[in-house]
């Protein structure tokens, strides 16, 4: 048995609101040990979504939407399950009540549109729905359920937890579970990665997958078994092995990041940090004061638009260093002027389109460096990048 998600609204289809329903109903799927092989996004049209949904039953036997189930007139999702299903809709009359009485507990007038809301598809259950106007429902077909939610977050997931879940462990017989660790690593490539766990990637239980972002690979493995303590051990057994290949290249696992590792090895060692930024523009001081909290270990950063801006640090003006000189040169300096253990210096030389970082770390005892050509590369891109490869730069030099 598989599951499949289909998100239902023009907004989410052209970008204009990230689409975190499906991701939470993801996660809870996997709790319950249900496969998940499909997620679709579909407008607010009413014969697309019919279009979907019966593509969906084809190869699902669990096809969860959220989405259209208000009031308006573009909230088609009932009238699309109905044509996908081959059945009427029916006014539910026992649901009106129940739509009312949402309105009387908030003081607030029902428009007539609202009782759209209580017809669905014939002979389909319905859920109710405590916390939000739109009752959910679910239609049971020959190829497969349909479980219809609405698309307002909080109302979804109190609905995923209270109804959905208890449904499909009742309805079909699920005992298993699904556990799911993901590594981080920094400082190597997707490419080189792959390379030292791509035999991992070819394992059916537990399976190892990779996932890039700017400056940063995530492995991601995951074990499928009837019970929680049988899922846990064949995760750990293959990240043991995923650890043992890639050794100080990961630098924390699912809710770890990369900034509060840093932190957490500064306090470990009694060390603390200063940081000078411009290409980066207040990136990394916002990550390590937030990672930070109230401890020592970060003495504050200094963040200007480019290297005029850090005259604090008595820096020579214009282009009197090479950049690698002035990189060094601004972590040696805020290091000295915060009186910190560790100076990190961020900066960027040449014209808009053509920019190369600079990043250096002065340890006191030595000057770790790097470099990246920053041509022809997006902004949302290019900042993650040279903050996570800043960080690494303090972690290995304090592992």
Known sequence: MQAEIVSIGTELLLGEIVDTNAAYIARLLTTIGLDLYYKTTVGDNEGRIAAVLGEALERSGVVITTGGLGPTVDDVTREAVAA???????????LIPEVEAFFRRRGARMTENNLRQARLPQGAIAVSNPVGTAPA?????????????????????????HAVLPYLRASLGLCGVIKVRNLHTAGIGESDVDALVGDLECAANPTVGLAAHPGQTDVRVTAKAEREEEAARLVTEMEAEVRRRLGHHI??????????????????????????ETVTQGVLTSRLTAAAHDSEQFKGGLVAPGEVGLSGLGLPSGEDLPAEEMTALAARRVREVQGADLGLAVLARGEPGSLVAYVALDTGEAVIRHSRDLAGRPPDLILPWIANTALDAVRRALL
């Not at 996908?84 to 026992?94: S, W």
């Not at 479980?147 to 109302?155: C, R």
């Not at 809710?255 to 940081?275: F, N």
Request: proline share 6%; charged share 30%; hydrophobic share 40%.
């Open 137 to 161: 429902f679910i239609v049971e077909d020959p190829r497969g359920v349909i479980i219809s939610l609405p698309g307002v977050p909080g109302e979804m997931r109190y609905l995923m937890e």
């Open 251 to 276: 630098y924390g696992a699912d809710e770890e990041t990369l900034e509060g590792v840093v932190i957490e090895l500064l306090a470990r060692r009694g060390r603390t940090l200063a940081v000078a």
């Open 84 to 94: 996908a299903t081959h059945r009427p809709l029916e006014v539910r009359r026992e």
